[in-house]
Each structure stands twice: as structure tokens, then as C-alpha cells.
């Protein structure tokens, strides 16, 4: 309401290098003038949804105390009261600018190893291996879904899920889906084999093999593994976040029976 920084959390304040004073010193303008010129119109747009549809998630580039640009994302969310009028907008952002480097990395890669699969040559062998290099070393859970088994996978991926690499191998995915969201995610699998159009990102739970639920962000795209139709799915363990939107949302529905009172 008043424009102007409320709050900044120490996590905050580590990723862009400025001190709880420094920040909250800064008006609107003064902010906005931080993010980077490319992305300013990506920000606005951001902003201008989270207040129609409640909350929305954004990436771009913003400058620290340090004087370089780091890639942030942001999971915008607009808390109101009890008869819909905006009290405040809150931000929960993350340092992504490796996984940014990554993504790019593998899209390149990707590129690389689908034109080399056409081929059929010694070419694409040396590439593949590359390929799994770059993959192993990414930030992010990566596997290759086919038939609804785990074609390739990397080291996060184990992590995340808490399986060996033999377990997860003889796994159907249905197995590591939350049910209430299995039929959402096979729906998508199915119309992406088909050609059809489907959300490029989601998130969605997963259960890992001791039985805990996780939150993961989703990127999938369909690809050709070994001649047939595959996904290549990029996944993140958003659940800390999906804990504070929580808490968020606890801590606003507290303030709002206050008010009332």
C-alpha cells in the first residue's frame, strides 16, 4: 500500500548483498531501477497478474550491492483481506542464476544430440557422452521418461527421490507420483506423445522411497530417445517454499481476525 519495502528476510539479504536498512531506504523507483532493463516489461506484466490472479512466479535479472546482475526468481503473491482489498505483496526470490546456466547448457545439448541421433555416426556417440556429463553436473534432477520407465537419470535425481541407481532404473513412474496428482501428470504424458499442446512447467508431489511427500517444480519437454518419442524432465524441491506460502498465508489469515476483532 505504502510502496515502499516492509520486510526482508536474511536470505534476502545474503543473495543480493544489501542490509535490512539499505533495502527498506529504497522507494519503488529506486528498486525497479535495479532490475535489469531487458527484463523490466517481463517484471511489470508479473506484477500486474499476481494482482488479478493472486500469485505468480517470475524470472529476471537484478543487480546486487556487489554491481553484477544475478538471475532471481520470484514467486510473487498478493495477500488481502477479509473482502478482497490488497494489504501487501509479498516476494519470496531465489538465486538461479546457475540454473539458468544449466538450462541453457542443456538446451544446447539437446540441439547437439538430436541431430547427431539422425545421423547415426561415431559423432553422436562421443556427444551422448558429453551429453551425460553436462547432465550429471546440473543443479537439478534430469531424466529421460519412455514408456513410463526411467530411460536416464542423474545423481540429483537420485538424491531427491532416495532411490539406487538399480532401484529407480526398474521403477514405473506411477509408482513415485502422489496419487491425487497421477491422473493430472499421466493426462500430460499422454497428450505430449500425441503432439499435442501441454503446460511446459508445473509443479506437482512426488514420494520419495521412505514414504516423505516433496514438492518439485517440473520442466518437460518432449524429445526422441533411441529413435521413439521420450520426455526430457527437469525437476526442483520447491518444498521449503511451498512451506512458507503456508505459513504466509497462516500468518495473513491470523492478521486478518485481528483486524476484525
Known sequence: QTGRYEYMSPSSQAILDYSHEEFMALDNQTAMAKVHPEDLSALRAAMELADKIGQVDVAYRHLTNRGEYIWLSNHMAVIRDSIGRPLYRVGNIRDVTEQKQDRDILARAKDELEIKVAERTQQLKESE??????????????????????????????????????????????????????????????KRLQGKSVPGSYETRIVRKDGGIRWVSVNSVGISWEGQPASLILETDITERKQMERSLQEYARKITQVQEE
Open 129 to 190: 557422452e558429453k551429453y551425460r556429463l553436462l547432465v550429471e553436473n546440473a543443479n537439478e534432477a534430469v531424466f529421460v521418461v519412455q514408456n513410463s520407465q526411467h530411460r536416464f537419470f542423474n545423481s540429483k535425481a537420485l538424491d531427491l527421490y532416495g532411490y539406487t541407481q538399480a532401484e529407480f532404473s526398474s521403477l514405473n513412474v506411477v509408482q513415485i507420483i502422489h496419487p491425487e496428482d497421477l491422473e493430472t501428470i499421466q493426462g500430460y504424458y499422454r
